[in-house]
């Protein structure tokens, strides 16, 4: 297994002096989609993850065209470096970051710390939308690789032939609340998927946002039994923490064969007769 | 512009645990609360005083937090 692969994270410090490149885009996308207008690295274009991010009348992710459309009018072609940064320690960076993976955009990259620690370093915040000139951008293929559906995810539970990784809080994980304080609800049942383990998303981070050093990552998994050796498939409840996870698995940790289940908890929670677990 | 006066606390609002962020930028406060676990921003609201922010945004997060039931059996 390769050591952390430092290329698809960058530090505050390397955005401060590099975000308005030519050649470099930075993108905030948060969990809160007003928080860019409450100040954004000077720069920064800033993403709606329920809109642009996602195809807003069936349930999926961004549709290749309207991602194409979305990443020229950032201002973003095929050769540009995309920084990705967000609130709660990259929640919707890394959903991003995933579906450019998906769709195959080679230099992609998160600031560590997110939004969190640009904030705590005191850093400039601007409340203007920069000027961009458009681009033209052409998605590839989708790798379907990178992405888990139900079926996939069913016969993983009944084969045991994948770990599944719950990256929700622990009283998510446990049906005592179906959705984090505060969110709505959108399923029927709480609980979790049989024989998956429990991974809260935050333990990738530490306190500052920044995510764990590679030895601590590796020791956080391996003692839950999810192993290099073996599919994982994570998940939560709408499949955007389980793309931190998946970013930290596949590229902190190098793991070959990961996959985010986006359909989740609000997917598996909601389906007839569907095997739930509850301690 | 710089951010000022940031702070971060945590307190109990409705029985759960929140995580308060309050930063100055130019001329207002920005006011954001998240749930601790798994540390979602769920209510933000601005003002011209950190007071004014702060109690705003609490105002909203209690009403959302009243909604989330627990199921304990």
Redesign the interface.
């Known amino acids: 297994m390769a050591a952390t692969l430092p290329s698809v994270l960058v530090t505050t410090d390397w955005v401060a002096q590099h975000a308005t490149d030519a050649g470099v885009r930075v993108v905030e996308v ?3 989609t ?2 860019y207008d ?2 954004h690295v000077p720069g920064a274009v800033g993403w709606n993850w329920t809109t642009e991010l996602c195809d807003t009348v069936v349930r999926d992710i961004v549709p290749a065209n309207k991602l194409e459309a979305l990443l020229g009018q950032s201002g973003i072609d095929n050769k540009t470096a995309i920084v990705l940064y967000g ?3 990259n ?1 919707f960076a890394a959903w991003a970051f995933w579906q450019l993976k998906i769709y195959g955009h080679e230099d992609v990259r998160i600031m560590d710390g997110g939004r969190k620690k640009w ?2 370093e ?6 203007e939308k920069p000027r961009v000139d458009a681009k033209t951008y052409k998605t590839k293929a989708p790798d379907t690789s990178l992405r888990a559906f139900l079926p996939e995810v069913q016969q993983a539970m009944k084969a045991k032939s994948a770990g599944l990784v719950d990256v ?5 994980f446990t ?11 959108t399923c029927q049942r ?1 609980g979790h998927i049989p024989g998956a383990k429990s991974i ?3 333990k990738n981070c530490n306190e500052d946002g920044t995510f764990k050093s590679f030895e601590d990552l590796q020791a956080l998994y391996s003692a839950q039994g999810i192993t290099s050796d073996q599919p994982v498939i994570a998940y939560c409840r709408i499949g955007e ?1 389980s793309s931190l996870t998946w970013f930290a698995l596949k590229h902190l940790l190098g793991f070959k064969n990961v996959k985010n289940y986006d359909g989740s908890w609000t997917e598996w929670g909601n389906l007839v007769g569907a095997p739930v677990e509850k301690p | 512009m710089k951010p000022e006066e940031l702070t971060r606390r945590q307190e109990e609002i409705g029985g759960w645990r929140v995580s308060i962020e309050t930063y100055k930028l130019g001329d207002v406060y920005h006011c954001t609360i998240s749930n601790v676990d798994p540390g979602a921003r769920f209510a933000r609201a601005d003002g011209a005083t950190r007071e004014e922010a702060e109690s705003l945004a609490i105002e909203k997060a209690t009403r959302y937090l009243a909604q989330t039931r627990k199921f304990t059996s």
């Open positions: 948060d969990v809160d007003t928080a409450q100040g609130d709660n320690n929640w904030l705590a005191r850093r400039d915040l601007s409340t929700r809080s622990p009283q998510e049906g005592e609340i179906l959705s984090p304080p505060g969110l709505p609800e709480g809260p998303w935050g923490r």
